[in-house]
């Protein structure tokens, strides 16, 4: 648990960043130097790919949402961008809930046991997937309940909105993880 987590300087959906008294607690490996790093191929490259993934579905479901909010209700075009719509969201949901219990069940124990500087940081990170868990599951209500006969302006609305809370906070925590984790994976697990 992560002390005094609701505040706006840690709480995912307030923060601007991560606080200098964290960041004091980091390996300071600067980002322009993580690509070429001899142990980039050993697990970082992976990490990285894998949110650069997250990221684009979640920034195409987004954009989709704000085409469909623009069409007519119930055309040809729109019932077939929702239902490709439907199946972006779910795939999304599912990929990201995928990665946080292989990050919860492996990869945050793990980086704590080797790294005890470590702690808190993880804590932050740990907090934060509670936060997601809860918008991708508001999300996840509203891919379900995006039907081609129901789907009218202010459901799409309403998906929309979560949709993009949940776009900013997925870029905030991946950002900030990968300042976390990604120095810490190229030190060695
Ligand atoms: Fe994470
Ligand atoms: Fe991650």
């Known amino acids: 648990m992560?002390?005094?987590?609701?505040?706006?300087?840690?709480?995912?959906?307030?923060r601007?960043?991560?606080?200098?008294e964290l960041r004091k607690l980091l390996f300071d490996t600067p980002k322009e130097e993580w690509g070429s790093h001899s142990n980039y191929w050993?697990?970082?490259?992976m990490w990285q790919s894998i949110h650069r993934s997250l990221?684009?579905?979640s920034g195409l479901f987004v954009s989709g949402l704000e085409q469909l909010s623009d069409m007519p209700n119930g055309d040809m075009q729109s019932a077939l961008l929702l239902n490709n719509l439907r199946q972006l969201g779910g795939h999304l949901i599912g990929h990201a809930h995928v990665h946080h219990h292989v990050e919860?069940?492996?990869?945050?124990?793990?980086?704590k046991e080797v790294f005890p500087q470590l702690g808190r940081p993880i804590d932050l990170l740990d907090c934060d997937h509670r936060v997601l868990e809860e918008t991708l599951d508001a999300v996840e209500n509203h891919v379900r309940a995006l039907q081609a006969e129901t789907a009218d302006k202010d459901r799409i609305g309403a998906a929309l909105v979560d949709a993009g809370k949940l776009d900013h906070i997925l870029n905030r925590h991946l950002a900030?993880?990968?300042?976390?984790?990604?120095?810490?994976?190229l030190k060695g697990l």
């Open 16 to 20: 601007p960043g991560l606080t200098g």
């Open 42 to 45: 050993r697990g970082a490259d």
């Open 176 to 185: 900030d993880e990968e300042d976390i984790v990604i120095p810490a994976l």
């Open 55 to 57: 990221l684009h579905e």
């Open 104 to 111: 919860d069940d492996h990869y945050f124990p793990r980086f």
């Open 2 to 14: 992560f002390a005094n987590y609701d505040s706006p300087e840690h709480h995912l959906a307030k």
